[in-house]
């Protein structure tokens, strides 16, 4: 499920993937940047999946007798930052934060741009028909 050919890089298409190991164990955290869908998996099992609208979403769950928890939250809109942590048994794992690259960044407001004109008069053309 996970992109394996670049495990750094953010996109609108891919999203933000978060890869963690604990004692053999692989846990990977997703968050589309599009729709607010966010999966994790335990080695490639989906254990959680839900779509998340807020600011920061925890995802619990039971792996091997032991209780984990993957937060997932939005650090800074306006760059597109998201930190994931990985908790095991209320103890920080691991945790990493990912932000869209700047090319990215002018791809996504140039679309937002466009998209909110496009509304924008099309409204605009509706009210005055």
């Known amino acids: 499920m996970s992109p394996e050919l670049d495990r750094e ?4 298409k891919h999203g933000y993937w978060f890869y ?22 335990v080695d490639d099992e989906i254990v959680s999946s ?8 925890t995802h619990s769950f039971e792996h091997k007798g ?3 928890e993957v937060t997932i ?11 994931c942590s990985l908790q095991r048994g209320g103890i920080l ?3 990493t934060s990912k932000s869209f690259h700047q090319q990215s960044l002018k791809k996504v407001f140039l679309a937002s ?4 004109a496009l509304c924008g008069f099309g409204l605009v053309w509706l009210i005055h028909r």
């Open 93 to 95: 794992i691991n945790k």
């Open 73 to 83: 939250a939005l650090e800074n809109l306006l760059k597109g930052t998201i930190t």
């Open 20 to 41: 963690f190991e604990d004692e053999g164990t692989q846990i990977v955290a997703f968050a589309s940047a599009l729709s607010g869908k966010e999966v994790v998996l």
């Open 9 to 12: 890089k953010v996109s609108l």
């Open 66 to 68: 032991r209780q984990y």
């Open 50 to 57: 839900r779509y998340n609208f807020r600011l920061k979403a």
């Open 113 to 116: 741009l466009c998209i909110g």
